[in-house]
């Protein structure tokens, strides 16, 4: 008797079509002004005019048709523009204060616009992140695997079917804004052995305990620790209280709910994360040399000091740099175009030799808005095909390949599946610009094998280091 064949999963491809022939509305409305230019010219002056007005037409021109790096002309124009501005009234820099008092009741966090507010739930201990800006609520919880690699393929495709559940249940739930996997690998792995051991072992132990007790001793150095969190963005409930004075049972709720539904598929949830946690979450983002412990370990959890940010950051071009580490972060652009098996990601969370935070954010859709974005872009497909047969351009494959992706896409949400905006994120970590190039060269090879294709996001390290490195569920980029 044969085993069944482990289940795969193909993912859609990354969407380019527009308005018209593949140009987006903007480069529509500057192509249509290069040629509205050209023909005033030509009726007020004639061929002089035409040329006298080619400055002008010929650079809307350019900005509508020239690629660069992949990405259309007019799709940089908002990042260098928000970068210079940013740039030219210092805002790139980042620098706390301390010794002027504490900045206020909220938290402060470069890369997050405004002020953030941190209660806990008077019930559950839990910590709740308050975005009044975008009127959510964060809760985080904190997860631990059980070896999903060494399971066999039943086992794993029953936890790949019941993390899917999982998903298409929150696409049922108007709530529940967006959510975010966040992994991060850092140093000390084995120091739970070697804290064990040097509580347990016998001081008269034999020869053959001591090499051992070196071993661990090495390990604790060259051992990678594997962590991994699960936020969820609610809407915040409406009332009058503010902070404690708020009515917080319906996201308690609401994440019992999510916690018992990740204990239905086999997931190990330790719990909501508490203040003394998410203070260690957020100071490994900024400073991951430091060790960052503020749980006193007698049961009272130390409160999230509003200095658990960065102590300075400066943001380049291309990376950003904090406390103790320089970090570039990237974006998955492509997925695997053929169908992968559920550890496609292994070389890129579990690769040794990098300090690395993948983060996959993902916001629901509900099911009939998701039916009626489908429905639209098979429209856009349609007009798109009649206008290349009209004009004699033949269509590549990459166009029919998306507009199965679609068809595959309905066929899912009539079956009965969620749909999902999702996007990761890749932020990889290092103490000197020479160690964080190699790291990124690595972290390269390992999406290689992954066969994921990542881009190097510039003009924008200060929001995507927020949205990839913080638990806090941040919108999309």
Known sequence: ???????????????????????????????????????????????????????????????????????????WAPIVG???????????????????????????????????????????????VVDPRSGTVTAILELRGRGFILEDPGAQDRRVGGWGSVLASLCQQPDIVRIQVLHRTGRGGAAGAHRWWAEHAMADAPFASRILADLLADAEETTDRQECVLAVAMRAPRGRGRGRDRDWSGIDQQVAALTDA????????????????????????????????????DGHDSPVSQWVGPMGVVESWDRLRTDSAHHIVYWVQEWPRSDVHATFLRPVLLAPGARRTFTLI???????????????????????????????????????????????????????HGDLRFAGLITVSAATPEELEAACLATEAAAAQAMCELRRLVGQHGQAHAAASLPLARGLL
Request: glycine share 10%; hydrophobic share 45%.
């Open 1 to 75: 008797m044969t085993a069944p064949a482990p289940a795969t999963v193909r993912f859609g491809r990354l969407e380019r079509r527009g308005v018209l022939l593949g140009l987006s509305g903007a480069q529509l409305m500057m192509l249509g002004t290069a040629v509205s230019v050209a023909v005033v010219a030509e009726y007020a002056a004639g061929a002089l005019g035409v040329v006298a007005s080619a400055p002008v037409w010929l650079l809307c021109s350019v900005l509508a048709l020239v690629s660069v790096a992949g990405r259309p002309l007019m799709a």
């Open 262 to 297: 990740l204990h239905a598929t086999d997931l190990d949830v330790q719990g909501p994360v508490t203040p003394g946690r998410l203070s260690a979450l957020l100071r490994a983002a900024y400073d991951p040399e430091t060790s960052y412990l503020p749980d006193r370990g």
């Open 362 to 416: 993902a916001e629901p859709l509900a099911p009939g808005k998701a039916l009626r974005d489908i429905r639209r872009a098979k429209v856009e497909h349609t007009a798109d095909a009649a206008q290349r047969a009209r004009i004699g351009r033949v269509e590549d494959a990459s166009t029919a390949a998306e507009a199965g992706d679609l068809v595959r896409r309905e066929q899912d949400l009539v079956a009965g």
């Open 82 to 128: 928000d970068w210079t501005a940013r740039r030219s009234l210092r805002r790139t820099a980042h620098v706390a204060r301390p010794m002027r008092g504490e900045p206020g009741d909220g938290l402060v966090l470069p890369g997050i616009p405004g002020t953030l507010n941190v209660v806990s739930s008077a019930a559950t201990g839990a910590v709740h």
